[in-house]
């Protein structure tokens, strides 16, 4: 099955820097993408995502990055704000849809005022 | 819409005992999964469902059961409690097709002494 790794699993940045969380994928036929972001004490909720005919994808201050050869994807958040802090999840799945959506196992993310 | 009402919030197990978590959203999305989030490992697959009357396993279903009799409701049985069951489980609903957001309930942590 596919597996998703997720780096790095801790990252502090100070308040209007940028943030990046990277994954890779292992099975090659994965051609769905999305990011999740989990708030304390929250559920997880879709914030950005990317299909594999594009290679990059921006929403205001968060974009993610897809390199399909080399089988990694990346989330990217400029000018970063107190309320970006949470948990951030990577996933891959195939059929360009939710089913059996893999997780990576999460960044925590947070943001120094 | 109330969107994935998950019952109950909390529950505290003993071992060998069984239990029933429910799940059921009333968006009528056909596609509907169930997810156990332990520190450090991310979101792992259960089981999920495509429509009624169709499950198959995820990433880690031993101990589990499901069943999928209508589109609203797709309740996890524990058949057997084990310590290592100890987790906060989330059940989350979505549309087939792409780019469509998973929409996870308020989750359930379980607790097996």
């Known amino acids: 099955g596919e597996n998703v790794e997720q780096h790095p699993s801790t990252l502090s940045v100070q308040e209007g820097d940028s943030a990046v969380i990277k994954c890779t994928y292992s099975?090659?036929?994965?051609?769905?993408f999305p990011w999740y972001k989990q708030e304390l004490g929250k559920r997880p909720q879709l914030i950005i995502d990317?299909?594999?005919?594009?290679g990059e994808k921006k929403d205001q201050r968060i974009a993610v990055t897809l390199n399909k050869t080399a089988k990694h994807f990346s989330l990217h958040i400029t000018e970063t704000q107190p309320e970006d802090s949470a948990v951030y999840f990577c996933?891959?799945?195939?059929?360009?849809?939710?089913?059996?959506?893999?997780f990576g196992t999460g960044t925590r993310l947070t943001i120094i005022p | 819409n109330a969107g994935v009402t998950q019952t109950p919030k909390f529950q505290v197990l003993k071992t060998g005992q069984s239990m029933t978590l429910q799940c059921a959203q009333d968006?009528?999305?056909?596609?509907m999964s169930w997810y156990r989030q332990d520190p450090g490992m991310g979101l792992r697959l259960i089981h999920y469902?495509?429509?009624?009357?169709?499950?198959d396993q995820g990433e880690v279903p031993n101990g589990y059961n499901v069943s999928r009799s209508t589109t609203e409701d797709f309740p996890l049985r524990l058949l057997s409690a084990a310590p290592s069951q100890t987790s906060v489980y989330f059940c989350?609903?979505?549309?087939?097709?792409?780019?469509?957001?998973?929409?996870f309930g308020n989750g359930t942590r379980l607790t097996v002494t």
């Open positions: 989350a609903s979505s549309p087939t097709g792409t780019g469509l957001p998973l929409h």
């Open positions: 099975d090659s036929a994965s051609n769905y």
């Open positions: 990317i299909r594999s005919n594009v």
């Open positions: 996933a891959a799945s195939k059929n360009f849809g939710n089913e059996k959506l893999t």
């Open positions: 968006m009528n999305h056909e596609y």
């Open positions: 469902s495509v429509g009624a009357g169709i499950t």
